[in-house]
């Protein structure tokens, strides 16, 4: 007997597939990868506060925000040997990998920059877990309950459109943002 939960999970998701799929500019062109990469990686990952493709280093760049001043080396001694050890399990060579730290009045800006070949959808899970394990209570973000079945989508369209992107680049910088609850994409 077939399982109408489970058909019926996949129906919607094959149907937000879709609806992903068929997105489009108002000029008539295709939504790129590129664009439903950082949309889909600030709808699953709420901490993240931008998500900015960087066409020259092929790279994307996390940005998060901490209600306090940080020093930079505090950062790089949790994360640089997380992400390391994590290459090394999965047999892959981080080509960029940066962290830079601004403090302007009581809040630092963290910006994690890492190339796109060697990026997977774990990963990206990863730095944002170690970055809410470490600094939980002064994290500035916006509390966003995504329901499992949607959390697991968005995971897997990281994952389609990461694989895609590594392999056709993105013709031009985007960047992607929060705003009042919405998710807004930039072109340059």
């Not at 960087?54 to 998060?64: C, I, M, P, Y």
């Not at 901490?66 to 390391?84: G, I, M, S, V």
């Not at 981080?94 to 830079?100: E, T, Y």
């Not at 403090?103 to 997977?120: A, K």
Request: glycine share 6%; aromatic share 8%; proline share 2%.
């Amino acid at each position: 007997m077939p399982n109408s939960c489970h058909d019926k999970d996949m129906e919607q998701r094959g149907l937000k597939t879709r609806m992903y799929n068929n997105l489009q500019y108002k000029d008539g062109g295709r939504v790129q990868d590129g664009v439903g990469l950082i949309t889909s990686i600030l709808l699953r990952y709420s901490e993240v506060g931008s998500v900015q493709y960087w066409r020259e280093q092929h790279a994307l760049k996390f940005t998060f925000m901490l209600k306090q001043h940080l020093e930079l080396a505090a950062l790089q001694e949790d994360l640089r040997p997380a992400l390391e050890f994590f290459h090394q399990l999965e047999g892959r060579n981080m080509r960029v990998f940066d962290i830079i730290c601004r403090s302007e009045e009581n809040v630092c800006v963290i910006t994690i920059t890492r190339d796109v070949d060697s990026l997977t959808q774990r990963e990206v899970g990863l730095i944002v877990e170690l970055i809410k394990r470490k600094y939980r209570k002064k994290l500035v973000y916006d509390e966003i309950n995504l329901p499992e079945d949607e959390q697991i989508f968005q995971e897997e369209m990281i994952g389609q459109m990461l694989s895609s992107i590594q392999s056709h680049d993105v013709d031009k910088s985007i960047v992607a943002l929060r705003e009042e609850g919405r998710v807004l994409v930039f072109k340059s």
